[in-house]
């Protein structure tokens, strides 16, 4: 019979017979798609440093589509303000990493795709021209880059004609980029999914005014212009759009949009508030998310079939002595062609409807609102008191009637004893057909208030209701 110390003695001798776990390299067994997936995840320089550890691993660097720049060095608004002296150590340092850049694509398999390539960087114009050209000869299909010249530059040709990018995204810190002639940039970009340029320079090309419409860019899902200097008229019209995003486009005129698979929109800081000829049209009715922030009103607004509308977020950018009859029209205009959203936020402290007799007479601007914000169905509103007001009268009664139609919740902050915030909450109770809830949160908080407002709170409790599910709560 075999003693307990003998089959210790046995079971020790297997082991030390079997291969160890830890001598195995399951890793370099993975197939090259996971580990370039894996690659994904880790800084380039990283990355880079595996290349030493065998043949295979240097192979698969060389091969690694993906690749990111991006975390070897940063390009940012900070650099280009600082002071002269540290500038050149970061532009020194920057355009290191601009060189990295060079070496690395230099070293890729001649048979190897780029599928992402992101890099910023301070450098030349030829040398800018040598990378992304170096990407659109290994059939990149993202293409992201941001830099700062010492002199403006012009749009990199190569990329137009490229039949593999599907996105581009070009940003110049300092100081622009213009672009090729409208013919040139319609005739490329066939597979172009995803379009964003920052900064370009628009002087003096009034063609690119139809460089959106429905002859180009025929697969564009996404575009994005931010800063677009001397950008005054633009017309988009691109078949496939779903997200356009307009930024900083100050000296914006004219804006038409006429998109019929556009999904979301987002307009901020755009349009010249000192231009006498403004004009906004929308058409588009599958728009269902749409963003209008910190823009000057326009002289004439056009906003049809937006009949999709589910989330819409409002604000104005409206100078004191620009109070005229046409810009309140305009809004009065604008409110009607998005009144079928499900939900509306008004951010902009300068619009308030005018009632009298428990009915809407118009909209009045002013550098102060009663209409705050209207956020998932709930209108809020503030307690500041409205100045400059510019009535419209009865002709815009009809129009603004569909927020009543809508309106589920109120919340009126600041809420006082004064006449005009229990006018407001009496005009909302009687006209609000579908009203769920009011709340009023006042600020009446000394003890010596609690008298008053419980006065407050027997007078409107008394306030006949449109809505039989109106509950009011005061907070």
């Known amino acids: 019979m075999e003693t307990r110390s003998a089959k210790r003695k046995k079971l020790l001798n297997a082991a030390k017979e079997r291969p160890r776990a830890d001598t195995e390299d399951r890793i370099s067994d993975l197939p090259d798609d996971i580990l370039h997936h894996v690659f994904f995840f880790l800084p380039i320089k990283s990355i880079a440093r595996t290349s030493v550890l065998s043949k295979r691993w240097k192979n698969l660097w060389y091969s690694f589509p993906d690749l990111d720049f991006t975390t070897v060095n940063t390009l940012?608004?900070?650099?280009?303000?600082?002071?002269?002296?540290?500038?050149?150590?970061?532009?020194?340092?920057?355009?290191?990493?601009?060189e990295f850049v060079d070496q690395i694509l230099s070293l890729l398999e001649k048979h190897s795709d780029i599928r992402v390539l992101r890099f910023r960087a301070f450098l030349s114009f030829s040398r800018l021209v040598g990378l992304i050209r170096h990407a659109v000869k290994h059939n990149v299909q993202e293409l992201d880059v941001e830099v700062s010249t010492s002199d403006y530059f012009n749009f990199p040709r190569s990329v137009i004609n490229s039949a593999t990018l599907r996105a581009l995204r070009l940003k110049s810190w300092h100081p622009g980029f213009r672009l090729p002639p409208l013919e040139i940039m319609k005739a490329?970009?066939?597979?172009?999914?995803?379009?964003s340029l920052s900064?370009?320079?628009?002087?003096?090309?009034?063609?690119?005014?139809?460089?959106?419409t429905d002859s180009s860019f025929p697969l564009l899902k996404?575009?994005?212009?931010?800063?677009c200097y001397g950008l005054k008229h633009l017309r988009v019209e691109c078949p496939a759009l779903e997200d356009l995003n307009l930024e900083n486009c100050f000296q914006l005129e004219h804006l038409e949009i006429n998109v019929q698979k556009l999904e979301r929109l987002k307009v901020s800081g755009c349009f010249d508030a000192y231009s006498i000829s403004t004009r906004l049209m929308i058409e588009a009715p599958t728009l269902q998310i749409m963003s209008w922030s910190y823009n000057a009103i326009t002289e004439e607004c056009i906003l049809q079939n937006l009949t999709s509308l589910h989330e819409v977020v409002v604000g104005f950018l409206l100078l004191q002595e620009d109070l005229s009859s046409a810009k309140v029209q305009s809004v009065s205009?604008?409110?009607?062609?998005?009144?079928?959203?499900?939900?509306?936020?008004?951010?902009?402290p300068c619009i308030e409807i005018l009632s009298k007799n428990n009915e809407i007479t118009g909209v009045s601007l002013c550098p102060f609102n009663k209409l705050k914000s209207l956020d998932n169905g709930t209108r809020t509103y503030g307690n500041r008191q409205a100045q400059g007001k510019n009535d419209t009268g009865e002709s815009q009664t009809q129009s603004l009637k569909p927020f009543l139609y809508h309106l589920k919740v109120v919340k009126i902050h600041g809420f006082t004893e004064c006449a005009n915030d229990i006018s407001l909450v009496k005009f909302f109770l009687k006209?609000?057909?579908v009203l769920q809830e009011v709340f009023l949160c006042t600020s009446l908080s000394k003890p010596r208030d609690s008298l008053l407002r419980e006065k407050i709170k027997s007078q409107i409790m008394g306030f006949s209701r449109a809505s039989s599910n109106?509950?009011?709560?005061?907070?």
């Open 431 to 433: 006209n609000g057909k």
């Open 470 to 475: 109106a509950n009011i709560v005061f907070q």
């Open 188 to 195: 490329g970009f066939r597979s172009l999914s995803l379009l």
């Open 199 to 212: 900064r370009a320079i628009l002087h003096d090309q009034p063609t690119l005014v139809n460089l959106f």
């Open 76 to 98: 940012s608004n900070d650099s280009i303000v600082m002071s002269s002296t540290v500038r050149k150590r970061a532009r020194s340092y920057v355009l290191k990493g601009a």
């Open 222 to 227: 996404k575009l994005h212009l931010d800063a």
């Open 333 to 348: 205009n604008f409110l009607t062609g998005i009144s079928c959203c499900h939900s509306l936020t008004l951010e902009s």
